[in-house]
């Protein structure tokens, strides 16, 4: 079965960093361009940063200079540094991404699990 996986959430104090990794299920698939997003309580899921295949990145306004989205190929994994951890990061963070087979043509778009992360002192 295809998906990706979302790990590095947790409890974090306000201040605090940690940094979120998305990888895919089979080593048969590569991640192509992919998004982070968060969904706070009762908030409409948003998005926090892209990069693409080639690792251009574009940050949601509000988060600029606190997160990072950034990717290594060779291990097939993306990821999300943020810092200065603030009670209203928390959230669940969901990696979405287009895989693609290692030989072959475009799979589709999918979505993460989520990972929790909760900033709280």
């Known amino acids: 079965q295809v998906q990706l996986v979302e790990s590095g959430g947790g409890l974090v104090q306000p201040g605090g960093s940690l940094r979120l990794s998305c990888a895919t299920s089979g080593s048969m698939f590569r991640i192509d361009a992919m998004g982070w997003y968060r969904q706070a309580p009762g908030k409409a899921r948003e998005l926090v940063a892209t990069?693409?295949?080639?690792?251009?990145?574009n940050y949601e306004d509000s988060m600029k200079g606190r997160v990072t989205v950034s990717r290594d190929n060779a291990k097939n994994m993306v990821y999300l540094q943020i810092i200065s951890l603030k009670p209203e990061d928390t959230a669940v963070y969901y990696c979405n991404g287009d895989l693609y087979r290692v030989v072959g043509g475009f799979v589709g778009n999918y979505w993460g699990q989520g990972t929790q992360v909760t900033v709280s002192s």
């Open positions: 990069i693409t295949s080639g690792g251009s990145t």
